[in-house]
């Protein structure tokens, strides 16, 4: 068995799994039938744990390939802007998702549910950053 091919498998599995959370979370938060707020608040941890794994799984890849190559993946031009972009929307994701958990119980509704649509348009951007790094590198 191939070790490299499978740490990579393996970190992709993670990789998908922390974007579902950060896609899917946000978007059945602002469903049209919304959750009651606890149900929220625990969709906001399992958001915030999919930032944390987006981000531990996106240093993975790059650590693979520095254990393997003894160099990080040769990125250039639309890869190096799709692999900012999507660590800026975890850096933000996480922010956000963060002061969500604090704040939020003493936030008026309309504040809670633009916190919820930035959490869904930095995990959709982030998704369609994805495919930019993935294709263009």
Not at 42 to 68: D, E, H, K, N, P
Request: glycine share 10%; with cysteine; proline share 5%.
């Amino acid at each position: 068995m191939d070790l490299q091919n499978l740490a990579y498998a393996l970190t992709q599995v993670a990789h998908n799994f922390g974007a579902v959370a950060v896609v899917g979370g946000p978007l059945f938060a602002r469903w049209p039938q919304r959750p009651e707020e606890p149900a929220r608040h625990r969709l906001a941890w399992l958001v915030f744990v999919g930032w944390m794994v987006q981000g531990a799984s996106g240093a993975g890849f790059g650590a693979i390939s520095y254990a393997y190559y003894g160099t990080f993946p040769d990125i250039h031009g639309i890869a190096v802007a799709a692999l900012l972009l999507k660590m800026g929307c975890a850096l933000m994701g996480l922010t956000l998702a963060v002061l969500l958990l604090r704040y939020a119980a003493g936030w008026p509704p309309q504040r809670r549910n633009a916190a919820w649509n930035g959490l869904l348009v930095l995990g959709v951007t982030a998704l369609m950053a994805a495919a930019f790094l993935r294709w263009f590198s």
